[in-house]
């Protein structure tokens, strides 16, 4: 089988998981899997530099073997809508500021981490959860709780795992997204948002640092919920800023388009099939 030119790409690797954070241990099985094919595959794409780094770094990649190509985003999809529309049809307060978060509700992902920042913030804003399920969560049955413990369940929104198509409207409703994980090989829901037009604030961490740009599009912070409560007050209070970091943030993703990627990624394909060609020949 291996005879075959093999190209992988690993959406997240449980090692590169595991270092993020040692505390979620990672199954044997898919840790050995993981390194075979980093062994034996004749080119691995990342999405970001930052991963292909930790490739060569922690799990044994040669740099001849891995190439950067960022994941990919419909930019047709994920356009802007007009903020104040969006909260109507969403039945949001149109004049409170809004923050949202989008993915699993994984602990590795940190959407208690983003309850606590919501709760220390002195903008009381509205917090909304896209993702798991509306009923028998348990992760959101805990969520809730820890919603109500910290005094602030009247204002954050769990409305579960939404149809794509509905994704645009939920971004463009929001002042910003926040991001608390310990850990991203890219951060496809950041280039969402900024698509969108909203501003991301984010963990320092992985393929984020290469999507946000500090300052401009966003806000990169360390993993804590202070860093974080602090840069989101600062930002909801500069409606300016907030203005010029909307402005700024479609253009900043515009080559994560689906054209751009499928070319990069044909590319890779039509080298191999020559190099394999060329070693038949000999």
């Known amino acids: 089988l291996w005879d075959i030119p093999h190209v992988t790409m690993f959406h997240t690797l449980a090692r590169l998981k595991q ?21 034996h595959a004749d080119r691995i794409i990342t999405a970001t530099a930052d991963e292909r780094a930790q490739l060569i770094r922690y799990c044994g990649a040669t740099t001849n073997q891995v190439q950067v190509i960022p994941c990919g985003v419909d930019l047709k999809l ?10 109507k049809i969403l039945g949001l307060p149109l ?12 602990p590795f992902k940190g959407p208690d981490l983003y309850l606590r920042t919501a709760a220390m913030m002195e903008e009381k804003a509205q917090v909304v959860i896209v993702g798991g399920k509306l009923y028998d969560d ?5 969520l809730q709780k820890l919603a109500r413990d910290l005094g602030i369940s009247h204002r954050v929104h769990f409305w579960g ?18 991001i608390p994980s ?34 401009k599009t966003g806000y990169l912070v360390p ?21 010029q970091m909307h402005l700024a943030a479609r253009p ?19 080298e191999m099939i020559c190099e394999s060609a060329q070693l038949v020949a000999q």
């Open 138 to 142: 348990r992760d959101v049955e805990d």
């Open 182 to 215: 310990y850990h991203e090989s890219f951060g496809l829901v950041a280039v969402e948002s900024l698509a969108c037009g909203t501003p991301v604030v984010a963990t320092r961490a992985g393929g984020l640092t290469t999507i946000v740009k500090n300052a």
């Open 95 to 106: 004049h409170q500021p809004v923050l949202l978060f989008v993915g699993r509700l994984d």
């Open 78 to 87: 994920f356009v802007t809508h007009d903020k104040q529309e969006a909260r």
């Open 19 to 39: 270092l993020a954070n040692p505390y979620e241990q990672e199954s044997f099985l898919r840790l050995e899997m993981e390194q075979q094919l980093i062994k």
């Open 252 to 270: 900043s993703v515009q080559h994560f388009s689906w054209k751009s990627v499928a070319d990069q990624v044909s590319n890779v394909y039509q």
């Open 161 to 178: 795992a939404r149809p794509q198509e509905e994704l645009p409207m939920i971004y463009s409703a929001a002042d910003a997204t926040v």
């Open 223 to 243: 993993r804590c919920p202070g860093f974080f409560a602090e840069r989101l007050d600062a930002l909801l209070r500069d409606r300016d800023l907030l203005e």
